[in-house]
């Protein structure tokens, strides 16, 4: 359920509060899903008592043959057969789309093998880790997000078998025999530590050891620069086996490794990271000459078994900023038959099988409500019955308290922070705690990873919830909603809006876009899941709806407003445009030409189904005079 994580000072319950405490977490009617599939093939039998991960970055290890790759960087890490390969991506790009290709550059397995055609187990996972066992070659790798090298145990004596589809070129260790330098004929270099001597004979494109027990790390070379190959040295002998992330204090989080070995840890920041990174919290040291590349942008080696990042506050707030009167309060009230289970043809339900909540129709059809029965968009669809729930309960508190503990279910679905058996839902069933943004894409194997089209309905769902702490006076889910809506917003400006100058992506797909469609853990594609890349208004409105206060905050920049707008306007001029569409681009416009904006608005014919004209006069009444290059938000107002 949902845990209370920040701290405060203790105040000791009434009597009443304290049996409401005491009783069990509401809970949606049961069901057996025939459509789900079965978590029992994949996790190891001590995890399937407590709910799985549903939009997981090693998702695509658990679904059908669990043979997809997943980007766990820097490396795209493939299992299959009682083997693991990993790739160091090359990217590719045009001015559609830029991505990743997967290459098995290094293929590791047992040549002693008693079962070559068993799976992998998951033995464990955290919010930055993921183990993966191949019990037939007693090997089991420590997946960990942001590690330079991919680190394996060997469980029992192992003779080690490593191949690659280039030519191996040279092939050479230290005296010891406990470190190897490959050189392949693709230009990689990698190097291999080993925790005891071991014993390694080669051909052409393979290479094999004697009997080995112990800890195997592989890195590759980046650049074959001699500099980067002297700190790979240095930190070789210390590898971290999971990883947590904490909220301790609001537009905070902390990360916290589990390591073994010696010496000191070092990890890879993407440029997120980067920019939140605290210097004062604990010791670290940033080795900003120490790259890799990523379709995320450069990785940076920090030394540290902990990191801070902190965001500018982003204020949870009913209006916008300049406090335009409310216009009326929707009517809203047929979302009752939802919490009360009256709808009929539908309604919520509780899969204990991963343990979350689905829907009626979506229980029996994969595809029913967009793929709510398959854990697809579930921050997206729950984030908008919060926000309905958020504001009854604030009208009509009688209302809020009779809904209260339906409220909460839908809210733990996706923003559960406890763990295990006593937790009915996934942890953070949607939010990427290491990239720091929100998956849609559920229980659905993709090529390219994970993916999340609409940033703007992602942190629409985290505003919600902090909503619905206001309306419920829940200081702790105001504060953990206010912070997942910073990092989400943080995430949205770095890898979804593009500026005519950044250089984050390549050169031909910056030209080209002022907007990320669909962003992949993989890929970045410029068109949607509904529409092609030239209709750009689609794109800007998807990255933009629902028109909320909080959107004042998620585009906060008037550069990047003024130049996606005229990006966008272009488009308008195509035949079959929806009015709908056009009163979102209208909506941008109005930040900076507010009378041009009102002109156009109050000529559409027709609004979108989550808009209406009165919603836009707010936006637009609500707009002041800015100043170029400035930001009409919090950012300004509350931070300085």
């Known amino acids: 359920m949902y845990q209370q994580s920040f701290r405060k000072p203790y105040n000791p319950p009434s009597p009443a509060e304290s049996q409401r405490r005491s009783s069990r977490p509401f809970l949606f009617p049961e069901t057996r899903s025939p459509v789900l599939a079965d978590p029992s093939i994949f996790f190891s039998p001590r995890l399937l008592s407590s709910p799985l991960p549903t939009n997981s970055f090693f998702q695509n290890f658990v679904l059908k043959n669990g043979d997809q790759p997943e980007y766990i960087h820097p490396y795209l890490i493939k299992s299959s057969l009682s083997s693991l390969s990993l790739c160091y991506p090359t990217r590719f790009s045009d001015s559609a789309d830029t991505y990743q290709i997967f290459n098995p550059d290094l293929t590791i397995s047992a040549s002693n093998n008693t079962n070559p055609n068993s799976t992998h187990i998951i033995s464990s996972f955290s919010d930055l880790s993921v ?5 037939s070659s007693n090997l089991r790798f420590f997946l960990v997000r942001g590690s330079p090298y991919l680190t394996c145990a060997a469980t029992g004596v192992v003779s080690l078998s490593i191949s690659t589809i280039h030519a191996i070129l040279q092939l050479s260790s230290d005296s010891s025999q406990t470190k190897y330098t490959i050189t392949l004929n693709n230009n990689q270099t990698w190097l291999l530590y080993a925790s005891s001597p071991i014993q390694i004979s080669h051909d052409a494109s393979s290479i094999t050891s004697g009997g080995f027990s112990g800890v195997i790390r592989i890195a590759i070379l980046p650049d074959s620069d001699p500099q980067s190959e002297t700190t790979l040295d240095r930190f070789s002998s210390c590898y971290p086996v999971s990883g947590d992330a904490l909220f301790t204090k609001p537009f905070s989080v902390e990360y916290k ?20 990174l605290s210097r004062s919290d604990f010791e670290i040291v940033v080795l900003e000459d120490f790259k890799y590349k990523s379709i995320d942008g450069e990785l940076v080696g920090v030394v540290g078994d902990s990191w801070v990042l902190k965001s500018d506050p982003v204020p ?3 209006h916008s900023i300049r406090g335009v009167k ?8 047929t979302i009752e038959p939802w919490l009360d289970g009256t709808f009929g043809a539908n309604g919520f339900l509780y899969d204990g099988k991963w343990g979350g909540i689905v829907t009626k129709q979506g229980s029996l059809d994969s595809g029913a409500d967009i793929g709510f029965g398959i854990y697809t968009n579930h921050h997206y669809h729950l984030g908008y019955f919060l926000y309905a729930i958020a504001v009854l309960a604030k009208i009509d508190p009688a209302w809020g308290r009779k809904y209260r503990p339906q409220a909460y279910s839908l809210m733990a679905d996706f923003m559960n922070l406890g763990r295990g058996e006593n937790s009915n839902y996934a942890r953070l069933r949607c939010f990427d705690i290491w990239k720091l943004h929100s998956w849609a894409g559920g229980l659905t194997e993709f090529a390219d990873g994970r993916n999340q089209e609409s940033t703007s309905e992602a942190v629409n769902a985290y505003y919600s919830a902090a909503l619905m702490g206001l309306a419920y006076r829940d200081t702790h889910l105001v504060a953990i909603g206010s912070t997942l809506s910073a990092m989400e917003i943080h995430s949205a400006q770095t890898w979804w809006h593009l500026r005519e100058e950044d250089t984050l992506y390549p050169e031909d797909f910056t030209r080209e876009n002022r907007v990320v469609g669909v962003l992949w853990a993989n890929k970045r594609a410029s068109g949607l899941w509904f529409a092609s890349p030239d209709w750009r208004e689609c794109r800007l409105g998807i990255q933009l709806l629902p028109l909320l206060p909080i959107t004042e905050v998620l585009f906060s920049e008037i550069g990047f407003v003024r130049e996606i ?3 966008t306007l272009p488009a308008l001029e195509r035949k079959g445009v929806e009015e709908g569409w056009k009163g979102f681009v209208h909506a941008l416009e109005g930040v900076y030409d507010n009378e041009v904006a009102l002109s156009k608005i109050r000529n559409l014919k027709g609004f979108d189904v989550g808009n209406s004209l009165t919603n836009l006069l707010w936006w637009i009444h609500s707009r002041g005079d800015q100043e170029e290059g400035g930001q009409f938000c919090w950012f300004c107002h509350y931070c300085h």
């Not at 183990?131 to 019990?135: A, I, R």
């Not at 490794?257 to 939140?276: C, S």
């Not at 409310?326 to 009230?333: L, N, T």
């Open 326 to 333: 409310e216009q009326s309060y929707p009517e809203i009230r």
């Open 316 to 318: 949870i707030t009913w």
């Open 131 to 135: 183990t993966l066992d191949l019990p």
């Open 565 to 567: 707008v005229n990006w």
């Open 257 to 276: 490794w589990e390591k073994k070995g010696w010496g000191d840890l070092l990890m890879l920041a993407h440029p997120l990271h980067f920019r939140l």
